[in-house]
């Protein structure tokens, strides 16, 4: 008999036809299914009855959430472990249970719809048939690297000897997760099925599988496979490739993707009992690790950001279902085309001439096109997606609107002559948004008939990949402006953080410093190839100068322009970057800037960059202090910033840091790493600058104050 309630943490059962049971996850009180403790006792109480009951001949197990299978191991749970020893014992607990399951006397398969990861497939795998629906919410994969650990319930063992070694690395290593039908192609599911038929078709092999039907796998990937993954010296080729790319890729900052291959690599070299014992030996390491505990807390900051609106009582979000975008260059491009992509509304691009706005809507579409090609949408869905883009060079098609966003050149009047523009071609319930960089919000909306439908969405180039969305509401702006800009965002895919309405809002406020000093280094003779070296070491993706050369010179010089306006000699350019634009020299887009570029790569430093400044790389400033005088600037300016209350909340800025220009995440965000280093050590070191280099590192109060109390950002 299924177990009565009152003893049922989450899994129930019942009979079906005399002969199958169908098992069904529910976790009570939670919106996702996840593994802890009492789950595991839950699990091996049901088998236990499963087994003994003569009835039963095979398992057909389904999740009870609408559309989550098992989102993985309980995070909460491993976060609490404080030594290597307990956390052993969780992973060594969850490969046994798994071990019962892939062990179990009675087949069982398993009919995934939903996000099917971490632990959730580490279950799948260990059951006997899969089954998932071709929805697109069902994705499956392995992102513990994600957190800092890796597969510890038999992941790192059972993937490879499923898919071969070299696919499963390709997933474990990078922590990724794939949608239903890439995990049908490389072999992880069984059948892919519409979610009508998920049920039927699961209990119909559970019931095969009874009968003593085995399916035959055959591992896709032909010669090649066999030859790379069928043989261990095939395999020696993989592993060693595979760890180069992982140093190349992590520089070492991020130990998780190694210990991932050692377990993986250990386990198909001395068997699966030798694999599971060592993957959890790596597992327990991983999960006390001070990254582990840095990338976890990303992934709650993450998550409560999902749900919060940046106000409080914030009220319900507008609906939006067609999108004016005003300028066709590369921003509002990217803004079209994501929106189209992400959130299927209907766009309408505008810009000054028509072969402006023919080549926006090129580079928009450009966004669908790939997203065909790397098969994330089907052909029939790309044709629907590429009906909804338009453009022209007058506000036809803009009445119908409800949100505007306006990604014109960054200058003031530019932008409230477009703002005057669309007030007067689209209704009154319309929400205006600028992609201003720096101009304040209350500034643009001085010129406005109604400022309380002015905001600010300060979106991260390029929009289809920069995960960042600042919102910024002026002092006028309504809360239901708020909301809809943050959902409408949050529909675009971005993680959308609230922030203040004053000049360079919160990026390029403590990007701005960081970015002068790296042109002060530059003009004391620092070379730039060691620069950007230096902040990849450090664990940035792209050291600060390819970062000018990415965003654009001219783009860089306003944005110091505007923060030297409003923030006085602290925020003072340094002078190379008036000659860069001078000269031409733009950055990428030019295909001239710091570096060469040939055929749209970046190729060799542009040696007559240092004619243009005037000074040649003399070797005359240490590495350590290059790093510190970057890094302390802009923690320097994020304290003072947090202390104007430019962000609501630490967590906010750490998040916006990471995702708006890759704050290495291994470093938990400015915030977190200047509680790491502490105030008083800061400030002591900034002092020592200032008195060196001037007063632009003077300590912040904001610093000063914690220095003095011991205080640190999170409590
Ligand atoms: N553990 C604990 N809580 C989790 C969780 C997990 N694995 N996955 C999701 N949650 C929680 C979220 O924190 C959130 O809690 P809240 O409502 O109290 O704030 C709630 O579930 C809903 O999550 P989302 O708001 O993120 O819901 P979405 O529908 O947007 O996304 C999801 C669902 C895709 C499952 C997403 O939550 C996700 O990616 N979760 C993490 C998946 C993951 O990393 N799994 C691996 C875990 S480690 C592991 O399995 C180790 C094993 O190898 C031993």
Redesign the pocket.
């Known amino acids: 008999m299924p177990p009565g309630p009152a003893v049922r943490a989450a899994l129930t059962w019942e009979l079906a036809d005399g002969a199958v049971a169908v098992v069904t996850f529910d976790l009570q009180n939670?919106?996702?299914n996840?593994?802890s403790r009492t789950v595991k006792d839950d699990v091996l109480a049901t088998l236990a009855a499963l087994e003994g009951d003569r009835a039963v001949q095979a398992v057909a197990f389904f999740s009870g959430k609408r559309?989550?299978f098992i989102?993985?191991?309980?995070?909460?749970e491993?976060v609490r472990l404080t030594t290597a020893a307990e956390a052993e014992r969780l992973?060594a607990d969850?490969q046994e249970l798994l071990e019962r399951v892939a062990r179990f006397p009675k087949p069982i398969a398993v009919g995934i719809h939903g996000?099917c990861?971490?632990?959730?497939l580490?279950f799948a795998l260990a059951c006997h048939y899969r089954v998932a629906s071709d929805h697109a919410k069902t994705?499956l994969g392995?992102?513990?690297v994600?957190?800092g650990?890796?597969?510890?319930?038999g992941?790192c063992q059972r993937l490879p000897r499923l898919i071969g070694a070299r696919a499963a690395l390709d997933i474990i290593l990078a922590g990724k997760v794939e949608p239903a039908q890439k995990a049908f192609r490389v072999g992880i599911v069984d059948e892919l099925v519409h979610p009508a038929i998920l049920r039927d078709v699961t209990l119909d092999a559970a019931r095969r599988l009874a009968g003593g039907w085995r399916p035959r796998r055959k591992r896709p990937g032909g010669v090649v496979a066999w030859l790379l993954d069928g043989n261990p010296l095939g395999r020696r080729v993989v592993f060693r490739a595979a760890r180069k790319q992982v140093l190349r890729q992590t520089r070492g900052h991020y130990p998780a993707p190694l210990a991932a291959l050692e377990a993986v690599e250990h386990g198909l070299r001395h068997g699966i009992r030798a694999g599971l014992k060592r993957e959890a030996q790596l597992?327990a390491q991983l999960a006390v690790s001070d990254v582990s505990r840095k990338l976890v807390q990303i992934?709650?900051a993450t998550?409560?950001l999902?749900?919060d609106f940046g106000i409080p009582n914030p009220p319900a979000p507008g609906e939006v279902r067609r999108l004016g975008v005003v300028g066709a260059g590369f921003m509002g491009s990217g803004i079209a085309g994501t929106a189209i992509a992400q959130a299927g509304v209907d766009v309408r691009m505008k810009d000054a001439d028509l072969p402006r706005v023919a080549k926006g809507l090129a580079a928009a579409r450009e966004i669908l096109d790939d997203r065909l090609k790397r098969r994330r949408i089907t052909k029939y869905e790309h044709a629907r997606l590429v009906a909804l883009l338009s453009g022209g060079a007058d506000y036809a098609g803009f009445g119908g609107a409800e949100l505007v966003i306006e990604a014109v050149f960054e200058d003031l009047a530019v932008k409230q002559q477009v703002l005057r523009e669309v007030e007067e071609t689209t209704r009154p319930g319309l929400v205006f948004a600028s992609n201003t960089s720096t101009i304040p919000i209350h500034r643009i909306a001085e010129v406005a008939a109604r400022p309380e439908r002015v905001i600010g969405m300060h979106f991260f180039s390029p929009v289809a990949r920069m995960p960042l969305l600042e919102v910024i509401p002026s002092a006028r702006t309504s809360p239901g402006v708020v909301s809809t800009a943050v959902a409408f965002g949050r529909r675009m895919g971005k993680t959308a953080i609230v922030v203040k309405d004053s000049p360079g809002f919160w990026i390029n406020r403590i990007l701005t410093p960081y970015m002068n000093e790296a042109g002060y280094l530059l003009a004391e003779g620092v070379a730039i190839e060691e620069l950007d070296g230096l902040m990849a070491e450090w664990g940035f993706p792209v050291g600060p100068i390819t970062l000018l050369d990415e965003v654009g010179m001219d783009v860089a010089e306003k944005v110091a322009g505007v923060m030297h306006a409003a923030f006085g000699e602290r925020l003072a350019p340094a002078p190379a970057f008036a000659a860069m634009v001078k000269s031409g020299r733009l950055g990428r887009k030019a295909g001239k800037g710091f570096y060469k570029y040939a055929g749209g790569k970046k190729a060799a430093v542009d040696a007559g960059v240092y004619d243009l400044i005037g000074v040649h790389p003399n070797g005359g400033t240490r590495p350590a202090e290059i790093i510190q005088r970057l890094v302390l600037m802009m923690l320097n300016e994020a304290a003072r910033a947090v202390a104007e209350g430019i962000v609501r909340t630490p967590r906010d800025g750490d998040i916006g840091a990471i995702f708006g220009f890759g704050f290495p995440p291994f470093r938990g965000g400015p915030l977190r790493h200047a509680d790491d280093l502490g105030a008083a050590r800061i400030v002591g070191e900034l002092e020592r600058l200032a008195e060196r280099y001037g007063p632009r590192f003077a300590p912040s109060e904001a610093l000063r104050d914690r220095a003095a109390d011991g205080g640190k950002f999170y409590p």
């Open positions: 939670e919106s996702v996840k593994i559309d989550n989102a993985g191991a309980d995070i909460e491993f992973s969850g996000a990861l971490g632990g959730g580490e994705q392995l992102p513990e994600q957190l650990i890796l597969p510890g319930a992941g597992f992934f709650f998550t409560a999902k749900k």
